[in-house]
């Protein structure tokens, strides 16, 4: 399953939801059973591109009107991360960001507003990278650039 859609009408963009076949298949393409809780949580996630926490997650299911613990929640954003579904995003130690764009690109982070903003990869040039410790390849480059904004200084 690509991208939620994005459709033009009357000058306005709106993003496409994707169905619920549409979900089942992206996770089956993943290597994920699609539980029907499975399906509530990724509905949320893949609805349009966004950074939402846990707790955003569970919010916004239970607002859609699916009755969801915790646990489940952390469970299967955890599976989402392993299989290459969502991205994990740590910006700090108490704040954690599930990308429902699990392409290659960085963030920009605010710090005085909690914002999280992608940018292209290609943006930023990386050279010089250091050794890899013997036995091991890299996985991935996850930059977050952390800013505030210049009227709080």
């Known amino acids: 399953m690509a991208s939620?859609?994005?459709v033009v009408a009357g000058g306005t963009i709106m993003i496409k939801e994707p169905t619920t076949n549409e979900?089942?298949?992206?996770?089956?393409?993943?290597?994920?059973?699609?539980?029907?809780?499975?399906?509530?949580?990724?509905?949320?996630?893949?609805?349009?591109?966004?950074?939402?926490?846990?707790?955003d997650v569970m919010r916004f299911a239970r607002e859609g009107g699916v009755n969801i613990s915790k646990a489940t929640v952390y469970n299967t954003l955890s599976l989402f991360s392993r299989k290459g579904l969502v991205r994990e995003i740590i910006v700090d130690p108490s704040r954690v960001f599930y990308d429902s764009n699990p392409t290659m690109?960085?963030?920009?982070y605010n710090i005085d507003t909690g914002e999280l903003r992608d940018f292209d990869a290609d943006l930023l040039q990386l050279s010089n990278?250091?050794?890899?410790p013997p036995g091991t390849v890299a996985d991935g480059v996850d930059v977050i650039i952390r800013i505030r904004n210049a009227s709080y200084q």
């Open 4 to 6: 939620p859609e994005v």
């Open 23 to 55: 979900v089942v298949q992206r996770l089956q393409e993943h290597g994920v059973n699609p539980t029907r809780q499975r399906i509530d949580i990724a509905k949320v996630l893949f609805a349009r591109p966004q950074h939402l926490s846990a707790d």
């Open 129 to 132: 990278l250091p050794h890899l």
């Open 105 to 108: 690109h960085h963030h920009f």
